[in-house]
C-alpha cells in the first residue's frame, strides 16, 4: 500500500499555475494528506488555504497517478481541478520556501529543472481542462510570492 497526497491545480485568469518550492528543491502542486474524517476534496481545500492562504473549491479529479518521489519511494497522487472561491494573494506558509506562478502551456515551457515531466504533463491536461480556446504562450516563470 502507498501513501495518498491529494494535489490541486488553480489555473489564473492568464493560464498561469501556483506552484510551491519544496524542502526538497522541487516545485509541486500544492496538496497534503488527507486527514481523518475528510474527503478528498476538503483536503484540497484545506491544504491550499493551509500552504498559499487562498480559498478554493475543488472541482473534480483530472488524474491520479503513481509517482516515485526519491528511488524506491512511491507516493500514490489525485489531482483535482480547482477554482478560486476567493482573492488571489497568496503568502507562503513554514511547508514551503516559496510560491510562484508558472505557465500552464506545453511539457517543452517546463525545464526539468523546475517541473519534472510528469507534472508538466498533468498541468497541460489540466489547463485543457479548464480552457476550452486557445492556449496563449507566455514566459515559464512570473512571479514568486
Known amino acids: 500500500m502507498f501513501p495518498v497526497s491529494i494535489k490541486g491545480v488553480l489555473l489564473t485568469s492568464e493560464h498561469?499555475?501556483?506552484l510551491a518550492l519544496s524542502c526538497r528543491d522541487e516545485?509541486?502542486?500544492p496538496g497534503g494528506r488527507v486527514e481523518v474524517g475528510e474527503q478528498p476534496h476538503e483536503t484540497v481545500e484545506r491544504e491550499?488555504?493551509?500552504e498559499a492562504n487562498i480559498r478554493v473549491q475543488a472541482q473534480r479529479l483530472i488524474?491520479?497517478?503513481l509517482f516515485e518521489v526519491i528511488p524506491g519511494k512511491h507516493i500514490f497522487i489525485a489531482?483535482?481541478?480547482c477554482v478560486?472561491?476567493?482573492p488571489f494573494a497568496p503568502e507562503v506558509s513554514h511547508e514551503h520556501r516559496k510560491l510562484a506562478l508558472f505557465a500552464a502551456v506545453t511539457q517543452q515551457h517546463f525545464p526539468d529543472a523546475v517541473c519534472g515531466e510528469v507534472?508538466?504533463?498533468r498541468l497541460f491536461l489540466a489547463s485543457a481542462e479548464f480552457d476550452s480556446g486557445r492556449i496563449e504562450e507566455s514566459e515559464v516563470f512570473h512571479g514568486v510570492f
Open 27 to 29: 516545485w509541486e502542486l
Open 84 to 86: 478560486s472561491n476567493g
Open 79 to 81: 489531482t483535482y481541478g
Open 48 to 50: 491550499f488555504l493551509e
Open 16 to 18: 498561469e499555475v501556483l
Open 119 to 121: 507534472l508538466a504533463d
Open 63 to 65: 488524474d491520479s497517478y
